[in-house]
């Protein structure tokens, strides 16, 4: 699989190097665990020479547009406000190529305000956009015939990829390694590679968000965040101001998953995780995800996952680390 992070004038380092170095730590994974690397990130820019970004840092190329051979996914960082009134240097080849992806299919991940790109390129028409909370009404300004919101998870429609943080951007990332290699390769990567520790790590059911109803994404962030709670669909409906049978309908008809479904869904992603990367017992770990029993989160499990919850934490060890 290969990753190219698209870096030009004024755009945030940060971006590109976290998630340039995320790469790297899910390759070395790759190689321990699976004894290859075909794992790749390379940064590219248009002319294949370095770019300033928004701090004044320079950034290297490993590839000019025209040199690329070939991608699978295509990052676009976020820019700096004060830039999104002015014209990108060789802004029309740079648009033009972001045409040639995208009718060629390749999936397109735009963190934050790099959803300009997109839009200067005519790619977000009749799309709903995820970008930075503060510049919403600017993007509404510019491109009127997208619905743009300020999520902070990423959003997929029909291929592109868009997040209001650079967390949804590491989550998005995660999605696409778990298409790549397999589901725990994913949770393994991120348990190494995220910021925040294993326990902090909020389980996202990333391919249940292809949708535009937002009052229903802000359901499934409340239920992914408090997925540990005593919850009821009748309680959950009231402090979204829904009906229960208009929250049972809407989040089925989004998700393809009942309210019970989802809810088991999150905590067993969570789960998944735990088990990967914390020496918590099953007992343990049932119980942080709000199951007492731990008979019936086995089950669960099990039904979910094909596998038990120690039997899956065997599969893949932690042992298979960085250090060794």
């Not at 943080?165 to 991120?190: P, T, V």
């Not at 007492?292 to 989160?297: C, G, I, K, Y």
Request: glycine share 6%; hydrophobic share 40%.
């Amino acid at each position: 699989m290969h990753i190219s992070i698209l870096a030009y004038e004024r755009c945030w380092a940060m971006n590109v190097m976290t998630i340039k170095d995320f790469v790297h730590i899910a390759s070395i994974l790759e190689k321990k665990i699976y004894r290859e690397e075909y794992l790749k990130c390379s940064i590219v820019t248009v002319d294949g020479q370095t770019v300033t970004t928004a701090s004044g840092s320079l950034i290297n190329s490993d590839c000019s547009l025209e040199n690329l051979q070939h991608t699978d996914l295509i990052v676009i960082p976020a820019i700096e406000g004060s830039g999104l009134g002015l014209t990108i240097p060789d802004e029309d080849r740079l648009l033009h190529w972001l045409k040639q992806q995208r009718a060629q299919s390749v999936p397109i991940l735009a963190s934050s305000t790099g959803v300009l790109l997109l839009g200067k390129a005519g790619l977000l028409d009749q799309q709903i956009i995820a970008t930075h909370w503060a510049f919403l009404a600017r993007f509404r300004q510019l491109f009127p015939k997208s619905q743009f919101t300020s999520h902070s998870a990423f959003i997929e429609s029909d291929g592109l990829f868009t997040t209001g943080s650079l967390m949804g951007g590491i989550e998005a990332i995660l999605y696409h390694l778990g298409r790549y290699r397999d589901d725990k390769f994913a949770h393994l990567c991120a348990a190494h590679g995220l910021v925040a520790s294993p326990e902090h790590i909020t389980p996202i059911l990333p391919g249940r968000r292809n949708h535009m109803d937002m009052a229903i994404a802000k359901v499934q962030d409340w239920l992914e965040e408090h997925h540990q709670e005593a919850l009821s669909l009748e309680a959950v409906a009231e402090q979204f101001g829904l009906s229960e049978s208009g929250l049972k309908r809407r989040l089925k008809k989004a998700t393809g998953l009942s309210f019970t479904e989802y809810l088991q869904a999150v905590r067993v992603e969570k789960a998944k995780k735990l088990l990967l990367s914390t020496a918590m017992s099953v007992r343990e770990i049932a119980y942080s995800v709000g199951y007492e029993n731990q008979s019936f989160f086995i089950r669960l499990f099990k039904k979910i996952t094909d596998t038990t919850p120690g039997r899956y934490r065997i599969e893949v060890r932690l042992e298979s680390s960085l250090d060794q």
